[in-house]
């Protein structure tokens, strides 16, 4: 019997009369089943967090099934930021939700992987699966609703999504070309990757389509020292002054302009550099680098937000969209007409 000092803790029932609708809604809305609409779903959460109401989530699942945990799988050796990136952003939305999730990382040997994605399937924890990684279903001993991104990142988290593929290449060379350059060349990432692939080809494609010079395609893998070596090698007698140099990342970008600097060629005064990821140290460094952002974020909660949707039996959100941006800085010099100016400080 509680002490008069402490009043009892909440109740549905109380729940329920301070929301002004039945315990039932309330149950609905508690264990994310039935068709609440979103005013009475927030009316319903409102009057928990007024009444501090916790329900019995173990008593609960027992009773329904319903767990309330969702897994979000992903893979090592966790080489992608942006699966990193959307991992996180999946997992605020479940917690805003009222769900509890669980980042698992599996490994990237078939059998130890195969392992530990059945221990997920097969637990009966869960009740949504996000997976970032392709899944084979085909024996999915589960009823779990289960969301696999695997347009997303291949088996290894490296990026595969049409939606954050290659498509800036021809909008950075165009918007350079209409500004007077015609001499390009392309220092390539590591070309195992798809993403890296696409965005050769997305090059040599705009090359081509635009009536460019191509001084060639350098794969440097994705490493800045190899890049120093390609930019300090590529032939003495090739005149660098006013060539574009489109990189596969920030960090391909970054070793080409220190490298052009060891060859007298200023950037953007002398040539002009582009890169890719928006990495945090971008717009910062001397001179800011131009470059395309993905927005892995938005990408990870739109994912969350379809498992929950599934699990809810709720139709599912609409697509995200265009999920990548060129970040036009000092590194190409003035921004080309037509494309949105980076924002200034202050």
Known sequence: MPSPSMP??????????????????????????????PQTRRRVEEAC?????????????MRTGRTGRLAILTATPGISPGGLLSAAAAATVAVAERYA???????????????????????????????????????DPTRARVVVMSEAFDDQMRV??????AQPVRRLMSGLAARGHRRFLHLAGDLEYLSARKRRDAYLAAVAELGLTDLGVHECGWSGERTLEVVRSIGPDLDLEGVAV??????????????????????????????WDDMPTSAFQVPAL???????????????????????????????????????????????EGEPHPPTSG
Do not use: C
Not at 8 to 36: E, F, H, M, N
Not at 312 to 317: L, T
Not at 326 to 336: A, F, K, L, M, Y
């Open 8 to 37: 009892r803790p909440a109740t549905s029932k109380d729940v329920a009369r301070l929301a002004g609708v039945s315990q039932t809604t309330v149950s609905y809305v508690l264990r994310g089943t039935g068709r609440i609409s």
């Open 49 to 61: 967090e007024t009444l501090h109401y916790r329900p019995n989530l173990a008593a609960q699942s």
């Open 101 to 139: 999730p669980e980042i698992r990382v599996v490994a990237v040997e078939p059998e130890l992987r195969a392992e530990s994605v059945h221990d997920v399937l097969g637990s009966g924890s869960f009740e949504g699966i996000l997976s970032f990684i392709p899944l084979d279903l085909e024996h």
């Open 160 to 165: 595969t999504d049409e939606r954050i593929g």
């Open 246 to 275: 489109v990189a596969a990342n920030d960090i391909l970008a970054s070793a080409a302009i220190r490298g052009l600097l060891e060859r007298g060629v200023r950037v953007p005064d002398h040539a002009v550099v582009t890169g």
């Open 290 to 336: 131009t470059t395309v952002g993905v927005d892995f974020a938005a990408f990870g909660a739109w994912a969350m937000r379809t498992l929950i949707a599934r699990v809810r039996d709720e139709p599912e959100p609409a697509d995200p969209g265009e999920l990548q941006r060129i970040h036009w800085r000092e590194s190409t010099g003035d921004v080309p």
